[in-house]
Nanobody, 127 residues
Framework: QVQLVESGGGLVQAGGSLRLSCAAS????????????MGWFRQAPGKERDFVTA????????YYADSVKGRFTISRDNAKNTVYLQMNSLKPEDTAVYYC????????????????WGQGTQVTVSS
């Protein structure tokens, strides 16, 4: 059974930083997340879930939504089966539930192409 577990969310003031983690486990991943590209999405209250960023399993290339470019950084540690999202210069509009997701293969930006999701972690940025 595949599992993604996010952690690191919380309440932070505008301009602050948070680091989210997504730990992967389960038989599909086997002993490694090699072959699985990972993404972060977020959903604010009353809004649709939006793409934030993703990292490719093969060359670790990354892609960011314009709204977070220059402020957020995605990284992965395959040895620990963990993906990270470093969020700096946070803004109130970054407030959302953040979801980690996995897709077998190359980097994707559409949520519909991801087949494994975590439960989400709340990030709240106060002004």
């Amino acid at each position: 059974q595949v599992q993604l577990v996010e952690s690191g969310g919380g309440l932070v003031q505008a301009g602050g930083s948070l680091r989210l983690s997504c730990a992967a486990s389960g038989s599909t991943f086997g002993s490694s997340v090699m072959g699985w590209s990972m993404g972060w999405f977020r959903q604010a209250p009353g809004k649709e879930r939006d793409f934030v960023t993703a990292i490719d399993w093969s060359d670790h290339s990354t892609y960011y939504a314009d709204s977070v470019k220059g402020r957020f950084t995605i990284s992965r540690d395959n040895a620990k089966n963990t993906v990270y999202l470093q969020m700096n210069s946070l803004k109130p509009e970054d407030t959302a539930v953040y979801y980690c997701a996995a897709v077998n293969g190359r980097l994707r930006t559409s949520e519909y192409e991801y087949d494994t999701w975590g439960q989400g972690t709340q990030v709240t940025v106060s002004s």
